[in-house]
């Protein structure tokens, strides 16, 4: 069965610097999402993207943080200058159409951990 | 901000056993959806459910949409071990292609042999 793929599974960075996670969604799939999930509490909507250019953000989603699909597969989250409070498990998403029906794939995540 | 409440919040049952895990909102979604989330994995899509009252059957799994698209409830028959894991309801905000799903805390649950 088709899979949304992320790497690194796990990632410790230091407070202020920048961190770029992957994702490689399912590859008929046209619509993307970030969402994180803080240990313990809900998973949260971050970002949703579509035709190369956002669709809809969250309040989470400020300056921080950027989205791209640099490739024809790859999807990536980069958050400039982490906080301790940017841990999470970061989950990217992907749907072939609109979501709302059809329900979305979701990856394994990446844990980021700030130090 | 809609919000989802999910009840309960923990549920311990024996193997055989049946139960209802319930989501509940004042508001109104486009469609709601159940994942199952086993720890540190992602969310992984059960169902969705989109019109009022429509009621959908995944083996010994059934879930209904509220008449109204407020609340949904997941009704799992003779529970197994292999059920034990974290259920989560998400409805989606606005409905399209924005993904704004509104996530709710979840309900643990465990299945005992």
């Known amino acids: 069965e088709p899979e949304v793929t992320q790497t690194p599974s796990h990632q410790v960075t230091q407070m202020g610097q920048e961190v770029i996670l992957r994702c490689v969604p399912i590859?008929?799939?046209?619509?993307f999402y970030w969402y994180r999930q803080i240990l313990g509490q809900k998973v949260e909507f971050l970002v949703s993207?579509?035709?190369?250019?956002?669709?809809?953000k969250s309040e989470i989603f400020d300056d921080q943080f950027s989205v791209e699909r640099p490739d024809g597969s790859n999807f990536t989250l980069k958050i400039r200058s982490t906080k301790l409070e940017d841990s999470a498990m970061y989950f990217c998403?992907?749907?072939?159409?609109?979501?709302?029906?059809?329900?979305?794939?979701f990856g394994s995540g990446t844990r980021l951990t700030v130090v | 901000t809609q919000l989802l409440e999910q009840s309960p919040q923990f549920l311990s049952i024996q193997e055989g056993e049946n139960l209802t895990v319930y989501c509940n909102s004042s508001?109104?979604?486009?469609?709601l959806q159940w994942y199952r989330q086993e720890p540190g994995e992602g969310p992984v899509l059960l169902v969705t459910?989109?019109?009022?009252?429509e009621v959908k059957k995944l083996k010994r799994l059934t879930f209904q949409f509220g008449d109204a698209r407020k609340d949904s409830s997941l009704h799992i028959t003779a529970a197994q071990p292999g059920d034990t894991g974290l259920y989560l309801c998400?409805?989606?905000?606005?409905?399209?292609?924005?993904?704004?799903?509104?996530f709710g805390k979840g309900t643990k649950l465990s299945v005992k042999p």
């Open positions: 998403a992907s749907s072939v159409t609109d979501g709302t029906v059809t329900g979305y794939t």
């Open positions: 590859s008929n799939h046209l619509y």
């Open positions: 993207f579509y035709n190369n250019e956002i669709s809809e």
């Open positions: 508001s109104v979604f486009s469609s």
């Open positions: 459910v989109v019109t009022g009252g």
């Open positions: 998400a409805g989606d905000e606005y409905g399209g292609s924005q993904g704004n799903l509104i």
